[in-house]
């Protein structure tokens, strides 16, 4: 027999194994924390991608962090002139999305947080004292107010401040807003399929390498546990979590959140000790995040309910133990995991 006519099987074979996809890793660190980037498709470039991914966090930082002296952020908040300052397009894109959560949360979200962020010690310096007096909470309230000290003027493309030493602090949205940015590095590079992560919060879209939804946990808030509360399917959505159980200090039996209360200047009271959020973007799932756990469970679920946030609130449980929770979630967030 001649073996010839085999030939073609073998090609369409081999062409076969050519097209099939492909599961790309990349990983690293950046804003302080690492990020990971899983990419599957077909005829993908690796090393450009992964060049392309380290490029655009870099240029991320280089507008939003606030631990860098020299990005776009640090020198508007450096600055003592209160006329209109020339920003990046980019900076005015998230100044304008963090105005809109500003106004929505009723100022529970607050960009220029950072003299109380200093002040309480979860910022770049080191505390003197962790639990600041009456009078220096005061000072640091004068020149806090996002709404009152903060003019932008997107078309114009300017920022002014109203007084000299206020100052914008972004990590509670930067993060969303790299995120966002690597995931748009990955279209253009025609991926289809792709999960974004940075320090916890991610955006996903199309499948897993298993053909699936993607599939994330969300953690039960204890600090230094990995449990899961529970697992949610994930797909064209961003997610973050923003919870009080990692970032925190006691000081005489009384525990201090990293989350600031902008009207007291104080850390929040309440029992709420994460919340979960999904969003057409992981900027926005970041922002609100932050502001519904900044409100708590009582009030942030009724913002939920009013602007249609997918909002999932752990608090704990008043008649239990530490370690004992309650959960509750928005409208938006039952139908976001029906839709999936």
Request: glycine share 10%.
């Amino acid at each position: 027999m001649r073996p010839w006519p085999l030939l073609p099987a073998i090609l369409a074979l081999s062409a076969c194994f050519e097209d099939e996809p492909e599961t790309i890793r990349l990983s690293g660190e950046t804003m302080g924390t690492t990020y990971n980037v899983i990419a599957i498709g077909t005829g993908l470039d690796e090393d450009a991608l992964a060049d392309a991914v380290a490029d655009r966090l870099q240029q991320v930082n280089a507008t939003m962090s606030n631990w860098d002296p020299d990005s776009e952020v640090s020198r508007f908040s450096t600055t003592d002139s209160t006329a209109p300052q020339n920003i990046s397009a980019e900076f005015a894109e998230v100044m304008q999305v963090a105005g809109e959560v500003h106004e929505k949360s009723g100022g529970a979200f607050d960009v220029t947080l950072g003299p109380l962020i200093e002040l309480w010690g979860f910022g770049p310096r080191e505390p003197g004292d962790p639990v600041p007096s009456d009078a220096e909470i005061a000072a640091a309230l004068a020149e806090v107010g996002q709404a009152r000290l903060i003019e932008l003027d997107a078309q114009g493309g300017t920022l002014t401040k109203s007084e000299p030493g206020v100052g914008i602090n972004l990590s509670a949205i930067a993060k969303g807003y790299g995120i966002d940015a690597v995931a748009g590095i990955l279209r253009d590079a025609g991926v289809e399929d792709y999960m974004v992560e940075i320090g916890g919060d991610l955006v996903t879209l199309g499948e897993n390498d298993k053909g699936d939804p993607w599939q994330i946990g969300i953690e039960v808030p204890e600090p230094g546990a990995r449990a899961i509360q529970m697992i949610i399917p994930v797909s064209g959505k961003g997610m973050a979590t923003s919870g009080d159980y990692r970032n925190f200090f006691e000081r005489d039996g009384v525990r201090y959140s990293h989350i600031l209360n902008p009207v007291t200047g104080r850390p929040v009271t309440h029992r709420t000790t994460s919340v979960t959020v999904l969003a057409e973007s992981a900027m926005l799932a970041d922002a609100w995040a932050t502001a519904l756990l900044a409100l708590g469970a009582e009030a942030g679920l009724d913002v939920a309910e009013r602007h249609d946030i997918a909002a999932y609130f752990i608090s704990r449980d008043v008649t239990g133990d530490e370690n004992s929770y309650i959960t509750r979630q928005s409208g938006a967030f039952d139908a976001a995991l029906a839709q999936d």
